[in-house]
């Protein structure tokens, strides 16, 4: 017997940029199970584009009109991070299953929330912390499980970045650390070395501000930034004892190196 296809709604696809356009529709029409049947942005003219883009007959310019719809079971947000929370809520309130991307919410407080309503709903959800889907990722840990490397004895990741002081103008909400999505929590090289060595039994870290001014490429604004450029940490997980985890990382890091040490 055949399995059902899933119909999909996607809040927050760009016509000209962003993880839907590049990422989730393309895998979403790889897969033969999903159906992508709705599209939603933030004002009509955008919408249309969309889905004229995507040959997507149905879209919104709001997101309660999306996740009403009795054809959409999954519903995509692909949003920035300051908007999840509604998104996600509105989601589940209509009973849909949900794919946020990560981080899921500005805040601590913000994910236990969401986390919570999923939970009184029974929904199933899942966060975009998909490193841990790659198949490199799991040849690593099928590396480790086996003894290739024998005990772990030390792991070094390291951020590479992009150099200078200047930001895109849909990039510049990031240099605000209230909303969220900033060099401290999206963190996607981290949650990848958690999953394959464990998570962290404790931890010490410091965080730096370097670049205090930045300009925005398009306008030439400057613009002060309020959150960290740089962090350096030290943590020990389960398989490693005495703590030997050491990270560096620079915002924003374009690609990331990791070394584990047996």
Same mark, same amino acid.
């Given at each position: 017997m055949p399995e059902p296809t899933l119909g999909v709604g996607i809040v927050g696809v760009s016509p000209v940029r962003g993880w839907a356009a590049t990422a989730h529709i393309p895998a979403l029409r790889a897969l033969p199970n999903y159906q992508i049947r709705a599209l939603s942005t933030h004002d009509p003219e *955008? #919408?249309?584009a969309a889905g004229d883009l995507f040959k997507v007959p149905v879209v919104f310019s709001d997101h309660r009109q999306l996740v009403t719809q009795p054809d959409i079971d999954l519903v995509a947000i692909t949003v920035k991070v300051p908007h999840h929370r509604e998104l996600v809520s509105a989601a589940l309130d209509a009973g849909k299953a949900v794919y946020c991307e990560w981080p899921l919410g500005r805040d601590l407080d913000d994910a236990k929330a969401m986390a919570t309503l999923a939970a009184a709903h029974g929904a199933p959800t899942v966060v975009g912390l998909q490193a841990r889907q790659a198949p490199a990722i799991q040849f690593v840990v099928e590396l480790l499980r086996n003894g290739y490397v024998?005990?772990?004895?030390?792991?070094?990741?390291?951020?590479? *970045? /992009?150099?200078?002081d200047v930001v895109g103008q849909p990039n510049a909400y990031m240099l605000d650390k209230t909303n969220g999505a900033n060099l401290l929590t999206i963190g996607h090289s981290r949650d990848t070395l958690n999953y394959v060595l464990g998570e962290f039994t404790d931890l010490s870290a410091l965080s730096g501000l370097r670049r205090p001014l930045i300009t925005?490429? =398009?306008?030439?604004? @400057?613009? /002060?930034?309020?959150?960290?450029?740089k962090s350096r940490?030290? #943590?020990? *997980?389960? @398989? =490693?004892q005495p703590p030997a985890f050491r990270s560096e990382k620079v915002w924003p890091a374009v690609s990331d190196q990791a070394g584990v040490t047996g």
């Open positions: *955008s #919408a249309h024998g005990e772990v004895l030390s792991t070094t990741m390291v951020g590479l *970045s /992009v150099p200078g925005i490429e =398009e306008t030439g604004e @400057q613009i /002060v930034k309020r959150r960290p450029t940490s030290s #943590a020990s *997980s389960p @398989q =490693e």
